[in-house]
């Protein structure tokens, strides 16, 4: 049957509820593929970057997180308490409806690979 190209996205908050959590489902795949992070917010979609940073899509093409290339999927906590990325706060976040996505990239052909991974979270 094969594994769909679709990372699977779990949002929430740390348990202290002061930063984002993320985990990352990925599929195996047998050649790289970039993974983008991208967030709804009410003042537009913003990216997140290889450094844990937000981008505006305004700003130009977006940077990829990173590099997957992993013949075996695997579960990948992104943000949070643990995470490969340094943890991203709520401060200054406005209450309301959030909505995550992550998708898989071929670099070479530049276009999304399989479905898109999203998540919705409302921040209280």
Known sequence: AGYPLLPGLQVGLTADGSAWSVTA???????????????????????????????????GAPVPLGRWNQ???????LLG??????ALPV???????????GVLVDPLAGRVTGQTGEAAFTLP
């Open 25 to 59: 489902a990925l599929p195996p795949v047998s050649q790289g593929r970039d993974f983008y992070l991208a967030v709804q917010t009410p003042a537009g979609w913003q990216v997140v970057g290889p450094q844990g940073d937000l981008h505006s899509l305004s700003e």
């Open 81 to 86: 308490q643990g995470g490969a990325l340094p």
């Open 91 to 101: 401060a200054g976040w406005r209450p309301g409806a959030y909505r995550w996505l």
């Open 71 to 77: 013949p075996q999927g695997a579960s990948l906590q």
